[in-house]
Structures are given as C-alpha cells and as structure tokens.
C-alpha cells in the first residue's frame, strides 16, 4: 500500500554538503574536463572499468552510466550502449569512415572514457526514438549531458546518440552532478553505511567504518552488501559476483571470473552471518556458507527484472523483488502482497524485511509500499530529490539512500 507523507513521523536527513552555486553542469556548452596527467585515447587500465557489453569507461563516470542505463531498463526503456571508451587507434578509424563528422584524432571526449554512444535494438538512437526522449528527461539526473553541437540544428553533425559526462562540474566548472551510491547498510543496533559503485563505504551515525575496495582494480562495480549481525564487518558485492569482505565479515566465496547469465545485482546474509546468497537480474541465485538454496527465479520468463533480495528474521528464506514490485517467495518467506501489475510513477528499487511475511518495497521516486503489517513511517514520494539506490530496515522503520548520498531515515 502507498501512502502519502502527510503523515506522523519522524524523519532523519543527511544531506551531502553542496558547494556555493557555480550554475548547471548540464548545460548545452559544457564538455567534459580531460584527465590529469593522461592523453586523450591512451588511458591506462586502470583509469578505466566495465559498464557492461561494449562499454568501459572512466572509473569516476562509470557509476553514473551505470545507474542511468539500470533505470532505464526499470522503466522498460530500450536503451543499450554502442561504445564509450575510444582509443587513439580507435578515433583514427572514426575520423577515416565519418570525415569531419568525427573528432580529430586526439581530441574525442570518448577517449576521456566521458562520451557514450548510445542504440537501442534498431541501431544508433534518432531524435524521434523514445530512448533519446527518456534521455532528455533523466540523463540529467545522472550528470550526462546532450552537447549542443550534437542537438537537433546544433550543427551539420547532429547526434542523438551520442552523450558525455560533465558530472564533475565540466570545463565550464558548474556544479557537480554526484551519482555514484548504490547501496546503504544499516548496523545493527544504530548507524548506517553507504556504498559507492567503485567500493567506497562511508560510515555515520555511530558506525564503524572497517575499509571499502576503491583503491583495488575492480573488474566491474559494486551493486550491493549486506552487514555481519553484530554490524562488526560487511561484505561488498559487484555485479560478476565477486565478493569482498571487511572488519569480522568472512570471505565464503564468489562467482567472480564465473560466467553469469545476467548480472548479479543484490546480496542478503543469512542470520548467524556465516552464509549469503547473491541474486541476479534474472533472478538466479547463488549460495555460500550456511546460506541454503531454497529455489530461484533463473530460467522462469519474467515481467521485469529483478532489482534485490532480503531475507526472513529465520535465515531460512528470502523474497526477490522485480523493478514492477513483483514478490517472488522462498522457504519461509511469506507473501504478502505485491505492486506486480500496477501501475506505478518509478520502478522499484529495493526491498527491506519487517517481519517474517511483512516488507517494505521503495521505488526510484522514494515512494513506500508496505506489506503484511510492515508499519508506513513515512516517504519520499513527490518530493523533488535524486533518485533513490536503495534501501534497509533501520530500527522499526527503513532508510532509504539517493544516488547522490543522501541518506533518510523513517522511524
């Protein structure tokens, strides 16, 4: 059921400090700023990361990309990448075939690993396809934007598909656009730690800190984690499956270098912290340690895909949630209900368990659904605020984390 906010509760805002006013980063002159101390198309390796099928790009973008194109698939927009990193080599090629059309060797902003060519499955986006409509009113949102050379009448090379990253202010220094938050952790008996696509974790509110991957050579980025049941350590998820585990929280295995029909994207940890499952977009799921394997979704056609998992207070069952809000159920997970068939403003985006059948669902607007007695303690629904990763019980209520880190509390 969804509620409005015109409600009793009591509600907890950390907010990202925002510097003084430079003006909109996502503006029609704006071009991304090179990389200190790197040539154009001749990044190292480690300047860069993989996004998915034929996208890599740089690392303080990657996130950014990552969370456009996962809301767009959760909005049931066709929209894919055709290239992003482009190397010296790669440019040359470009300027033979397209003449003028194509940057001069040395000087595309994809070879920042800042520029994304986007299609869908026809080919190259058009200026009428709905994924460049879609585009127009979120890209935004995410700190990538539509140069206006490349606009409809912005010059003889007009591109619809093609998009660049100024979410670090650009040359023309505006505001930063921070989209790089993909999950919050709340630790058991208070505090709560957010998590960023390269690995970063950051602790508040009474937390521990116990070290994050940002400085390792990730393969591909972090899309969840789930803390040990004394909140003494947590265990980091990226989306091949690849575990990494801090503070008391024990190394039980991976898939990572395994090949995966779909990406994983959500983790949850059994009750005695000795196991987790790891779920992926088809709703397949995997199992290490104590955690039992109690059925999947892998290989049933779905409406949407699935988006996270929680499992019961028992450890003997969990629920998927899919992006429509549709509840698959496993061992003792009861099913309360679901949003699967309504129509909904945002998708759903995460779930948090209150109860062995009681949940709540969050969608990207930070609107709540709750379920099977889950208490309503609150929304962000018709709110004007970056989207919502995700979220976690906190106490008797949930918290719910924006792209762009700030963090909410219901209680």
């Known amino acids: 059921m969804r509620r409005s906010l015109l409600v009793a509760l009591t509600a907890v805002l950390v907010a990202v400090g925002a510097p003084a006013s430079a003006g909109p980063a996502v503006h029609p002159d704006n071009r991304p700023t090179p990389v200190p101390g ?96 879609w585009l127009k009113a979120n890209a935004s949102h995410y700190g990538w934007n539509h140069p206006g050379w490349a606009r409809p009448g912005g010059s003889g090379c007009d591109e619809a598909w093609h998009w660049e990253w100024v979410g670090d202010g650009g040359v023309m220094g505006g505001d930063p656009v921070r989209a790089d938050i993909v999950a ?57 499956g690849g575990v990494f585990t801090y503070g008391n929280a024990s190394f039980l295995g991976s898939m990572g270098g395994k090949p995966l029909n779909q990406p994983i994207v959500g983790m949850a940890s059994t009750n005695t912290g000795n196991g987790y499952w790891l779920v992926a977009s088809d709703g397949g799921i995997f199992t290490f340690g104590d955690a039992a394997f109690l059925g999947s979704m892998g290989g049933t056609p779905l409406n949407k895909p699935v988006v996270g998992m929680a499992a019961t207070p028992s450890g003997n069952g969990y629920w998927l949630v899919a992006s429509d809000g549709g509840i698959f159920t496993f061992g003792d997970a009861g099913f309360a209900g679901s949003t699967g068939g309504q129509r909904l403003n945002k998708p759903v985006v995460g779930m948090a368990a209150a109860g062995p059948s009681a949940y709540w669902l969050v969608a990207s607007d930070g609107g709540i659904f709750t379920f099977g007695g889950a208490p309503f303690r609150g929304s962000l629904g018709g709110q004007p605020t970056a989207p919502v990763a995700g979220m976690a019980p906190a106490g008797s209520g949930y918290r719910l984390v924006a792209v762009d880190g700030t963090v909410t509390s219901f209680s």
């Open 38 to 133: 790197r040539s154009n198309g001749q990044l190292h390796s480690t300047d860069l990361i993989t996004v998915g099928p034929r996208c890599v790009a740089y690392r303080p973008a990657a996130t950014s990309l990552h969370l456009l194109l996962a809301a767009a698939r959760h909005e049931g927009v066709d929209l894919a990448t055709s290239e992003c990193y482009r190397p010296y080599d790669g440019q040359v090629e470009e300027r033979a075939a397209w003449g003028p059309c194509a940057a001069r060797p040395g000087t595309s902003m994809h070879g920042w690993g800042k520029a994304v060519d986007f299609r869908d499955r026809r080919g190259g986006l058009t200026f009428s396809s709905p994924a460049y409509a």
């Open 184 to 240: 919050v952790m709340t630790k058991p008996g208070g505090g709560w730690w957010s998590v960023t696509g390269l690995g970063a974790v950051t602790a508040a509110d009474g937390a521990t800190g116990h070290g994050g991957a940002e400085g390792l050579p990730l393969q591909r980025l972090m899309v969840g984690g789930a803390p040990t049941p004394d909140g003494g350590g947590y265990r980091l998820v990226a989306g091949d």
